[in-house]
């Protein structure tokens, strides 16, 4: 595993890291605790040090999974990052929650979800340009900081089109950015990474796998089941990004080294980015995630030796 600088907060991650949306029950399949299990302990084998979770993938179930193994772990040894600004009701529905006592709520739910007594990051979650602009709410969170309950913020960005959000980072405090990027999905070099480069601000690459369309596992033509988040994309889209896929399979990546681990490092041999977050449904996914390190850039600027 090789580990970066998440930009000026000085956290010294896994450039591979582990995306934890699909705890929460929306893609096709519901955890045990004993699965959840077996996927961070094959992960601290590998090196990997951070996860990525939400207070909405599900009713801070995601956290829950997580809080039950951190609880019976060290959990020093984990850089955890959560997000706050929603709630979540089921069957893909979520209502939107801004001000600040409302957000002080969440992070309290989430710390007790998580069983800590501090999150590392703490990431304003598909925010608005307009609920962003709220100072009474970055205050807040700036309290939370003193008092020990976070330990630095950062932005889970809604779009790729603008960069303002990541423009004004660094007045708000926020020391990294969330983002996504893949092979797929380039965007966010016109604008979003020189600014935060500009700023230093660490960049968490996800969405790295193009919601699974770049794991290698699927081919035009694939259909998905009423009960995965990928059913309720456009069909017309689906297909074209399937045929996409193919054809990348077929000129860009070397035939001894699986499309997923490919896709992972290709995210992270761009200078901004700091770390990937894929999520992952069994240890075997995280092994296979976590070889990406290997073919991540050895100069890349950010590289810290642990």
Known sequence: MKYRQLGK???????????????????????????????????????????????????H??????????????RDDWIVATKFGHHFHGNFDRTRHWNASDVLDQLDASLKSLK?????????????????????????LDKQIQAGKIRHLGISLRSNEESYQTD??????????????????????????????????????????????????YKPGSIFSSDDVRSKHDSKETAHLLKQVEEIRKHEVPQDVEMATWALAWVLKHQAVTAVIPGCKTPEQVELNARAAELADHNHPQNVNL
């Open 9 to 59: 907060t000085g956290l010294d991650i896994s450039v591979v890291g582990i995306g934890t949306w699909q705890y929460g029950g929306e893609w096709g399949k519901d955890f045990t605790q004993y699965e959840v299990d077996a996927i961070l302990n094959k992960a601290r084998e590998t090196g990997i040090n951070f996860i990525d979770t939400a207070e909405c993938y599900g009713d």
């Open 61 to 74: 179930l995601s956290e829950s999974l997580i809080g039950d193994y951190l609880n019976r772990s060290n």
């Open 116 to 140: 800590t007594d501090y999150i590392d990051l703490y990431q304003a979650h598909s925010c608005t340009d307009e609920e962003f602009s709220n100072d009474e709410l970055w205050t807040m």
């Open 168 to 217: 004004q980072a660094s007045k708000v405090n926020v020391g990294a950015i969330q983002v996504v990027y893949n092979r797929l999905d380039r965007k966010p070099e016109e604008n979003i990474f020189p600014s935060s480069q500009k700023q230093n601000l660490g960049v968490l690459a996800r969405v790295p796998l193009a919601s699974g369309y770049l794991s290698g596992k």
